[in-house]
Structure formats: structure tokens, C-alpha cells
């Protein structure tokens, strides 16, 4: 038994493998094939438009977050039912957490899940010099399997077919097609990359567009008999999403524009230990459903809705008010930005918050905190405990208080050394660091088991 996954994998980031990727989707789609997507790290935003384009979720695949059997299960799971699974890579094809290993790269992930690889070129201003480029990265570590080039930014047919000829001959893979320097398309972007496919609304002419592109100039047929590969088993499944109990809680997630980064497997592993999720909307002005035993404020951007989110006060008071009761909460970036008492913007306009944390968030014109983080909880911390997990860390904000020694709800460590972060109040546990629940199946059972201490302690019975 075969079946078919293909790794879009990039010499670098900006290269146009988000651009590829999705028309590759598009273009999967339109010949009638069920299309799973997947992305190699930790990043958001690419997959949901994935998910837009595909209408099925995009998981991630985090070789540094996750166990190898964790990322063979996650993989199995998500392509179940598909005809094919396209993952994206990160970055360059080879960078990862280290400079000195594969760990956490685009490469391991490839290995991991015994992929083939397409390698996509950005061959702008050159023809020869691209199978250079080419035979370094097959030379450059024997575990990769590239079964082929993908030349973007071309200038011409002609430029097309020199760049065809000299890495076919001389790295022995084919070049199974190109996307012009110049195409009639473009995907928005702002600081943290692409806008997320949430905010964009109707998004299925362009992904109709991208597909057509595709079609003219990158041979799909190919593309499907390369990406033929052998079944994948797992030995232990770690993350264990597929085992439902019955409902014993009931958590509130928070799911609109400003607030959407949920990695699946969270959500999942959640309800596989006994949580009904039930979601609503602040940004849509939703109430707090007073029957729940839980939250979960995920991130996204709600600095892009400070004015907006600012003036619901039905929803900001329902949250605070159930908080203030004892409501186990976690909060992750957006989510903890949102907890704050206000959100101050690059133009220096404050927008009140839900003001259960003391203290403001400052927007910057600059990154703030960007990479992996190791994650222990500190004391009060009744989600992680004494245990630790995995995260990342990525914002262009800051949180400032006037307290002189505040109860932080985590130490990270990142490339930078160890630092404090976050902070508990009440029944929450909030802070930048975006973790995935697979690093750390424990802290999974330990919020549930705050949740159900929570609803007996309000006389609670779960319908």
C-alpha cells in the first residue's frame, strides 16, 4: 500500500513556498482530490489558509515541540481520509532551533515522516548557478529525500528552460515546473506575515486564481507520482485525541479575528479528556456562557481590534465577572493581552481592556520575542504545576506593570537564557508563550481537574 505526501520545502524564507504551497492546494483541489495540509513549525497563519483552502484543519508538524511519535501520530490523524497531504515548510529547508543540527527544521520533518521533497528556487537573476544552489542542499545532509525543483521568480519560458536543463543535468532531479517573477497575485501581509486567512474574508477567487497559475506552468501529474510514499505507523500514541470520555466539564473557547491561534491537538486533547468545547465571540460582543467551568483565550491580534473590543462591554464584563468567581483560565498571548487593563497602540491610543490583570500592554514598531521556549510553571501555576512543557514565543508587544514583585505564572528558557513571565491571578494562568499541550500531556488533566473542582464548588451538574 502507497500513498502520496509531498514536503514544499524552500532554499530560504520569502522564496514563495506559502505562495506554491497554497496554489499547489488549489490546484490538488480543482482536480477533484481531498487535499490535508500540514506545517512544518510552530507558525499559525500559514495554516489557516490551508484550512481555507483545503476546508479541512491544517496541523502543525514541530519536530523540536513534539516527540517524534507525537508528530507521526499528529500526521496520521490529520491525513486520514485524504487522497493526498501537502506540508509546508519553515524557513530555509535546514534551519531549525540550532544552527549546528537539523532539530526543529523543515529537513527533520521530512525524514521523520519519510516524505519526498520539492525544492523551490527563487532563480531571479540567474540560470546555471541554480543546480549550484540545488546540489547543496542534496549534498548537504544524506537523510532529505529531494525528488524535485520547483523554479519560482522566472523571468521567461526561455529563462525557464535554461534553469530546467543545467539542474536536471546536473543534480539528476526534475524540475517539475516554475511560477513567473512576476504573477497577477498577491497574498497581504503585515508584521507578523501573512494576515490570517480569517480576516480575509471570501478567499476562494484567489485560491481559484493561484490554482490556474499552477496549472499553466507546474505539472501536477508529476508532482503526484513524486509524491508517492509508504504508510506511516506510530509506535505510542502520546497524544491520544481519538479516545473520547464522556463530558465532564465545560470549557469556553474564545474563536473569532482576534482570537484564533489554537493549535488542534489542544482543543482535541481536551475533549478526548472529558471537555465539551463550547466557543463564543468577544469581538461579536458574546457573553461569557455562565454554565462553563473553564476558559481558553487563545492569541491572534487583537491589537488590530482594540477599538472594537474596547467597547464591548457585555462581553468584557461576562469574562471578568466569571474570572473574579474562580473560573480556571488559561490565557496565551492575545488571550493574556486581552486580560490586561488596557492595550496602547503604535499611535499611542489606549483602548480599555477587561482589566483582570494590572497592568497595560504596550504595542511596538519592533519585534519583542521571537523563538522557542521551554516552559515550568511557578508556584500557584495549577495548570503546569512543577511540570514543563513546550512553547513558542512571538510579539511585538510588552506587558508593563507598576507592582514591585509580580506573581509570575511562568520561567521560560529561550536562546536568550531564563526569564519570568506571565502572571496568575484568580483561577488564571496567563502569559506570551503559546504551548502545545503535546509537550506536556499532564497539564491537560490538571486543568480539567481544576475545572471539575471549580463546578462542584459551585453545586454544578453537567447536562
Same mark, same amino acid.
Given at each position: 500500500m502507497v500513498t502520496k505526501r509531498i514536503?514544499?520545502?524552500?532554499?530560504?524564507?520569502?522564496?514563495?513556498?506559502?505562495?506554491?504551497?497554497?496554489?499547489?492546494?488549489?490546484?490538488l483541489k480543482q482536480?477533484?482530490?481531498?487535499?490535508?495540509? &500540514?506545517?512544518?513549525?510552530?507558525?499559525?497563519?500559514?495554516?489557516?489558509?490551508?484550512?481555507?483552502v483545503t476546508k479541512r484543519v491544517s496541523r502543525n508538524l514541530d519536530s523540536w515541540m513534539l516527540t517524534q511519535d507525537c508528530i507521526l501520530e499528529?500526521?496520521?490523524?490529520?491525513?486520514?481520509?485524504?487522497?493526498?497531504?501537502?506540508?509546508?515548510?519553515?524557513?530555509?529547508? &535546514?534551519?531549525?532551533?540550532?544552527?549546528?543540527?537539523?532539530?526543529?527544521?523543515?529537513a527533520e520533518i521530512s525524514m521523520i515522516t519519510k516524505s519526498p521533497v520539492l525544492l523551490v528556487v527563487n532563480c531571479e537573476s540567474m540560470a546555471r548557478s541554480a543546480a549550484a544552489i540545488v546540489k547543496g542542499f542534496q549534498l548537504f545532509s544524506e537523510g532529505p529525500n529531494i525528488v524535485g525543483v520547483i523554479a519560482n521568480k522566472v523571468g521567461s519560458e526561455g529563462h525557464y528552460q535554461l534553469i530546467k536543463k543545467?539542474?536536471?543535468?546536473?543534480?539528476?532531479?526534475?524540475?517539475?515546473?516554475?511560477?513567473?517573477?512576476?504573477?497577477?497575485?498577491?497574498?497581504?501581509e503585515r508584521q507578523l506575515g501573512l494576515i490570517p486567512s480569517i480576516e480575509r474574508g471570501d478567499l476562494d477567487s484567489l485560491f481559484d486564481r493561484l490554482g490556474e497559475l499552477i496549472v499553466e506552468t507546474i505539472d501536477i501529474e508529476q508532482l503526484l507520482e513524486l509524491a508517492t510514499a509508504e504508510p506511516l505507523r506510530v509506535n505510542n500514541k502520546?497524544?491520544?485525541?481519538?479516545?473520547?470520555?464522556?463530558?465532564?466539564?465545560?470549557?469556553a473557547v474564545a474563536k473569532d479575528k482576534a482570537f484564533n491561534f489554537y493549535y488542534p491537538e489542544n482543543l482535541e486533547m481536551l475533549e478526548a479528556k472529558g471537555a465539551k468545547i463550547v466557543y463564543f465571540s468577544p469581538l461579536d460582543n458574546e457573553e461569557l456562557p455562565e454554565d462553563v467551568d473553564g476558559l481558553y483565550l487563545g492569541g491572534c491580534l487583537p491589537e488590530e481590534f482594540a477599538h472594537e473590543l474596547a467597547g464591548n462591554i457585555k462581553?468584557?464584563?461576562?469574562?471578568?465577572?466569571?474570572i473574579e468567581h474562580g473560573l480556571p483560565t488559561l490565557a496565551e498571548c492575545g488571550g493574556f493581552m486581552y486580560l490586561t487593563e488596557s492595550i496602547e497602540t503604535t499611535r499611542k491610543?489606549?483602548?480599555?481592556?477587561?482589566?483582570?490583570?494590572?497592568?497595560?500592554?504596550?504595542?511596538?514598531?519592533?519585534?519583542?520575542?521571537?523563538?522557542?521556549?521551554?516552559?515550568?510553571?511557578?508556584?500557584?501555576? &495549577?495548570?503546569?504545576?512543577?511540570?514543563?512543557a513546550k512553547g513558542h514565543e512571538y510579539h511585538y508587544s510588552s506587558y508593563q506593570s507598576t507592582e514591585a514583585n509580580l506573581p509570575f505564572a511562568y520561567q521560560t528558557e529561550g536562546l536568550q537564557g531564563l526569564k519570568n513571565e506571565g502572571y496568575l491571578i484568580h483561577n488564571v494562568v496567563a502569559g506570551y508563550t503559546h504551548i502545545h499541550f503535546g509537550s506536556c500531556s499532564e497539564m491537560v488533566e490538571n486543568w480539567i481537574e481544576k475545572c471539575v473542582e471549580y463546578k462542584e464548588s459551585r453545586g454544578k451538574s453537567y447536562d
Amino acid at each position: 500500500m502507497v500513498t502520496k505526501r509531498i514536503v514544499i520545502a524552500g532554499t530560504g524564507s520569502g522564496v514563495g513556498k506559502t505562495t506554491i504551497t497554497i496554489g499547489i492546494m488549489a490546484a490538488l483541489k480543482q482536480a477533484g482530490l481531498i487535499v490535508q495540509g &500540514f506545517k512544518c513549525g510552530p507558525d499559525y497563519i500559514d495554516p489557516s489558509y490551508h484550512s481555507a483552502v483545503t476546508k479541512r484543519v491544517s496541523r502543525n508538524l514541530d519536530s523540536w515541540m513534539l516527540t517524534q511519535d507525537c508528530i507521526l501520530e499528529t500526521y496520521i490523524n490529520g491525513s486520514q481520509g485524504a487522497d493526498i497531504s501537502v506540508i509546508e515548510g519553515v524557513m530555509g529547508f &535546514f534551519d531549525g532551533k540550532s544552527p549546528e543540527t537539523n532539530e526543529g527544521s523543515t529537513a527533520e520533518i521530512s525524514m521523520i515522516t519519510k516524505s519526498p521533497v520539492l525544492l523551490v528556487v527563487n532563480c531571479e537573476s540567474m540560470a546555471r548557478s541554480a543546480a549550484a544552489i540545488v546540489k547543496g542542499f542534496q549534498l548537504f545532509s544524506e537523510g532529505p529525500n529531494i525528488v524535485g525543483v520547483i523554479a519560482n521568480k522566472v523571468g521567461s519560458e526561455g529563462h525557464y528552460q535554461l534553469i530546467k536543463k543545467s539542474i536536471e543535468q546536473e543534480c539528476h532531479v526534475p524540475v517539475i515546473g516554475y511560477l513567473k517573477r512576476e504573477i497577477d497575485i498577491e497574498i497581504p501581509e503585515r508584521q507578523l506575515g501573512l494576515i490570517p486567512s480569517i480576516e480575509r474574508g471570501d478567499l476562494d477567487s484567489l485560491f481559484d486564481r493561484l490554482g490556474e497559475l499552477i496549472v499553466e506552468t507546474i505539472d501536477i501529474e508529476q508532482l503526484l507520482e513524486l509524491a508517492t510514499a509508504e504508510p506511516l505507523r506510530v509506535n505510542n500514541k502520546d497524544l491520544s485525541v481519538n479516545t473520547k470520555i464522556e463530558h465532564i466539564v465545560k470549557i469556553a473557547v474564545a474563536k473569532d479575528k482576534a482570537f484564533n491561534f489554537y493549535y488542534p491537538e489542544n482543543l482535541e486533547m481536551l475533549e478526548a479528556k472529558g471537555a465539551k468545547i463550547v466557543y463564543f465571540s468577544p469581538l461579536d460582543n458574546e457573553e461569557l456562557p455562565e454554565d462553563v467551568d473553564g476558559l481558553y483565550l487563545g492569541g491572534c491580534l487583537p491589537e488590530e481590534f482594540a477599538h472594537e473590543l474596547a467597547g464591548n462591554i457585555k462581553a468584557n464584563r461576562s469574562v471578568k465577572t466569571l474570572i473574579e468567581h474562580g473560573l480556571p483560565t488559561l490565557a496565551e498571548c492575545g488571550g493574556f493581552m486581552y486580560l490586561t487593563e488596557s492595550i496602547e497602540t503604535t499611535r499611542k491610543k489606549k483602548y480599555p481592556m477587561v482589566g483582570v490583570i494590572p497592568g497595560s500592554i504596550h504595542m511596538q514598531p519592533t519585534l519583542s520575542a521571537l523563538g522557542y521556549r521551554e516552559i515550568s510553571g511557578q508556584k500557584g501555576n &495549577f495548570i503546569l504545576r512543577s511540570l514543563s512543557a513546550k512553547g513558542h514565543e512571538y510579539h511585538y508587544s510588552s506587558y508593563q506593570s507598576t507592582e514591585a514583585n509580580l506573581p509570575f505564572a511562568y520561567q521560560t528558557e529561550g536562546l536568550q537564557g531564563l526569564k519570568n513571565e506571565g502572571y496568575l491571578i484568580h483561577n488564571v494562568v496567563a502569559g506570551y508563550t503559546h504551548i502545545h499541550f503535546g509537550s506536556c500531556s499532564e497539564m491537560v488533566e490538571n486543568w480539567i481537574e481544576k475545572c471539575v473542582e471549580y463546578k462542584e464548588s459551585r453545586g454544578k451538574s453537567y447536562d
